[in-house]
T-cell receptor, first 115, second 113 residues
Framework: GENVEQHPSTLSVQEGDSAVIKCTYS??????FPWYKQELGKRPQLIID?????GEKKDQRIAVTLNKTAKHFSLHITETQPEDSAVYFC??????????????FGQGTILTVHP | DGGITQSPKYLFRKEGQNVTLSCEQN?????MYWYRQDPGQGLRLIYY???????QKGDIAEGYSVSREKKESFPLTVTSAQKNPTAFYLC????????????FGPGTRLTVL
């Protein structure tokens, strides 16, 4: 089955700096890669996703890049703000494939943005 | 945040008891999922269902059971066979399995006394 590794497990930055979180996956059939943000005590919420037919996607201060050959994808947050502090999860899925689109999650990254 | 609800928010269980966690959605989603969240381990899939009256085991199904009698509902039973059930349980739903965003419920925190 799919295995997703996420690094780092914790990340501390100053407000205004950039933050990068990296994930690797094992199943070459995976073609859908969402990122979720989970604030303390809250439910995970999708912040951005990318499919395997594109290499990069941006949404304001957030971007995701995908390298299918190396089987890794990364989340980039620019101009970080204290409200970006949360746990971030990457995930992988072979949408429409034999695993019926199950999401396999990484272990999570605790991002802390200091004012 | 609306559309998918879980109850109760907190649940306490004595050892040897079965408990059932509720998950309801009014988003007309076909697929529903149950995840378990433990510190430092991300979200692990327990069971999922693509259509009514059908469900599949996830990665950690042992000690759990589910039913999908209605499209809107996907209850999870934590049985006494689950040796370490204390965790945060999240239910999710999506329009089609894997093709689109999964929406999560607010979660149920289960504690074994």
């Amino acid at each position: 089955g799919e295995n997703v590794e996420q690094h780092p497990s914790t990340l501390s930055v100053q407000e205004g700096d950039s933050a990068v979180i990296k994930c690797t996956y094992s199943d070459s059939a995976s073609n859908y890669f969402p990122w979720y943000k989970q604030e303390l005590g809250k439910r995970p919420q999708l912040i951005i996703d990318i499919r395997s037919n594109v290499g990069e996607k941006k949404d304001q201060r957030i971007a995701v890049t995908l390298n299918k050959t190396a089987k890794h994808f990364s989340l980039h947050i620019t101009e970080t703000q204290p409200e970006d502090s949360a746990v971030y999860f990457c995930a992988a899925s072979d949408a429409g494939g034999t695993s019926y689109g199950k999401l396999t999650f990484g272990q999570g990254t605790i991002l802390t943005v200091h004012p | 945040d609306g559309g998918i609800t879980q109850s109760p928010k907190y649940l306490f269980r004595k050892e040897g008891q079965n408990v059932t966690l509720s998950c309801e959605q009014n988003l007309n989603h076909d697929a529903m999922y149950w995840y378990r969240q433990d510190p430092g381990q991300g979200l692990r899939l327990i069971y999922y269902s693509q259509i009514v009256n059908d469900f599949q085991k996830g990665d950690i199904a042992e000690g759990y059971s589910v039913s999908r009698e209605k499209k809107e509902s996907f209850p999870l039973t934590v049985t006494s066979a689950q040796k370490n059930p204390t965790a945060f349980y999240l239910c999710a739903s999506s329009m089609l399995a894997g093709e689109v965003e999964q929406f999560f419920g607010p979660g149920t925190r289960l504690t074994v006394l």
